[in-house]
């Protein structure tokens, strides 16, 4: 069974960092390119980010361009969002899925808050 | 970059109704549509890729069509279960996109 955990969310300053992980599980992590999509409380669905299987090509949001980083361990089938210069907007829950063009399946998600 | 809008963005059927819910996007895409299907409190869940093929397990209720700027899902003989809200996304081009959203409430 595919399963995608994610962690490392929580509480930030405006201004602050934080890393977001995911962790892949029930199939081959790097033949696959993976997404973050993200849902502020309330609302629909933000696209966030994309990463090749390989990692060499990546993909964002104009809204995160220079502030987000995607990357990803292939050796520990570990997804990665590096977050800095968070603004109170990027509160939200941030989801990792596999990424076929469509997106299948979700993780549970990890809540990121961006408040003083 | 490409926009997503779906239409109605609310919308109230009773048990055993034919809903439909549209998604235009603005230019054309193909195929490149995805429909997901959200639940309070729970994760996104895909139905249907590639405008019309419907995931396995998926119920064959769900069912997708249209291409370049147009779409449909439809849902036949509606369940209580079906309250929730779909999501068209296109993957022609980055930025990938989602439309806003369509709330179904099942009377």
């Known amino acids: 069974e595919v399963q995608l955990v994610e962690s490392g969310g929580g509480l930030v300053q405006p201004g602050g960092s934080l890393r977001l992980s995911c962790t892949a599980s029930g199939y081959t992590f790097s033949s696959f390119s993976m997404t973050w999509v993200r849902q502020a409380p309330g609302k629909g669905l933000e696209w966030v980010s994309a990463i090749s299987g390989i990692g060499t090509t990546t993909y964002y949001a104009d809204s995160v361009k220079g502030r987000f980083t995607i990357s990803r361990d292939n050796s520990k089938n570990i997804l990665y969002l590096q977050m800095k210069s968070l603004r109170a907007e990027d509160t939200a829950i941030y989801h990792c899925?596999?990424?076929?063009?469509?997106?299948?399946?979700w993780g549970q998600g990890t809540l990121v808050t961006v408040s003083p | 970059d490409i926009q997503m809008t779906q239409s109605p963005s609310t919308l109230s059927a009773s048990v055993g109704d034919r809903v439909s819910i549209t998604c235009r996007a603005s230019?054309?895409?193909?195929?490149?549509l995805a429909w997901y299907q959200q639940k309070p409190g729970k994760v996104p869940k895909l139905l249907i890729y590639k405008a019309s093929s419907l995931k396995s397990g998926v119920p064959s209720r769900f069912s997708g069509s249209g291409s370049a700027t147009e779409f449909t899902l439809t849902i036949t003989s509606l369940q209580p279960d079906d309250s929730a809200t779909y999501y068209c996304q296109q993957f022609k081009s980055y930025p990938y996109a989602f439309g806003q959203g369509t709330t179904l409430e099942i009377k």
């Open positions: 230019q054309s895409i193909s195929i490149s």
């Open positions: 899925a596999r990424d076929l063009d469509w997106f299948d399946p």
